[in-house]
């Protein structure tokens, strides 16, 4: 509940972690406050680290979701949009944060959000899966 990123009338919202048969859900909220439609280029998630020293070699793992329960392509004017992110089982060390990064397709109105170990090891454990988008 306390991971988002607003900026440019785009609000982006982690609104739960949850975990089912070694699977991780990422339930993201997209709300635009613009009259001006938001165009979803591509979500990204990556591992990166949390600091970067001077003169380091960067140093990212790319994830690629399993299943995205609803294919998110544009986000009208002042509208909501759900979705959830399907990805394999993982952890990450602590000087390190999974980003997850939205990007506007011909714009500049990029959201970011950082999660860390400790939000992944809090995720909430699901018994029966009822998915109701």
């Known amino acids: 509940k306390h991971i988002g990123a607003k900026g440019f009338g785009i609000q982006f919202i982690l ?8 699977k991780y859900y990422f339930h993201t909220e997209v709300r635009n406050r613009t009259d001006v439609p938001f165009q979803i280029d591509f979500v990204n998630f ?6 970067l020293a001077r003169r380091t070699a960067l ?6 979701p399993l ?10 004017g002042t509208t909501t949009e759900r979705n959830v992110f399907l ?16 990007f506007e397709k011909n714009g500049s109105r990029h959201q970011t959000l950082q999660v860390e ?5 809090k ?5 029966d899966m009822h998915l109701k988008l």
């Open 15 to 22: 609104k739960g972690i949850y975990i089912h048969n070694g």
């Open 46 to 51: 990556k591992v990166v680290d949390k600091k």
């Open 59 to 64: 140093q990212e793992r790319t994830m690629l």
């Open 67 to 76: 299943r995205i329960y609803k294919p998110l392509d544009a986000i009208g």
């Open 87 to 102: 990805l394999d089982q993982f952890t990450i060390a602590d000087d390190k944060v999974l980003l997850i990064e939205i």
């Open 117 to 121: 170990n400790s939000d992944l090891i």
């Open 123 to 127: 995720a909430r454990l699901i018994n």
